[in-house]
């Protein structure tokens, strides 16, 4: 059966390509005899970003709608999501489409049962595992905070803010002030806003 290909790929960071994931599945494609009728890439973009702040991803579903295509390819789960709410909601809009879903690393064609099952309990993996990446984080800065260690931005030390609200009350702009004292623009609107605050 001739079907009509979308391949969809994803990567988080700039730094990244899809290169990779469009070869592997290209090769599939040529195997199979499939049509590939178009290429959506979302770069630099988390899998837990929703569809409004995944252009390629929301493209992608305008032209499902438009029965552009009957067959959507990604090479792993983990592209099209990571909340398992996201993933399941993607997976009932591409059926009601009668579209169906190609995963390569995980070889799963959902025009099969045992296809839609596996992608349901493998949205629950990549949620668990989402979790468990920011439980892991939590407990790192936990440990540093435990240990005394600074997180975040180094304070300001005294002198300089002594500085920055002299400098304000003789009337200097923030831009003067931040460079003749060395900070941020911020840290002198925080500074000034305390003192108003105070008065």
Known sequence: MNRK???????????QTTDN?????KKVLSKS?????????D?????SKGRNKRPELDRMLKD????KFDVVMAWSVDRLGRSLQDLLHLLSELHSMKIDLYLHQQ?????????????????????????????????????AKS???????????????????????QGLSIRKIAKEVNVGHGVIQRVIKEMTEAA
Do not use: C, N
Not at 21 to 25: F, K
Not at 64 to 67: F, I, T, Y
Not at 112 to 138: D, N, Y
Not at 147 to 169: D, E, N
């Open 5 to 15: 290909v979308a391949i969809y790929t994803r990567v988080s960071t700039d730094g």
């Open 21 to 25: 994931q469009l070869l592997e599945l």
């Open 33 to 41: 005899g499939w049509e590939l009728v178009d290429i959506y890439s």
């Open 43 to 47: 770069e630099g973009i988390s899998g």
């Open 64 to 67: 499902a709608v438009r029965r």
């Open 107 to 143: 070889g799963i064609d959902t025009t099969t049962p045992a296809g839609k099952a596996m992608f349901q309990m493998l949205g629950v993996f990549a949620e668990f595992e989402r979790t468990m990446i920011q439980e892991r984080v939590r407990a790192g800065l936990a440990r």
């Open 147 to 169: 240990q005394g260690k600074q997180l975040g931005r180094p304070p300001v030390p005294s002198s300089k803010i002594t500085a920055i609200k002299k400098k304000h009350k």
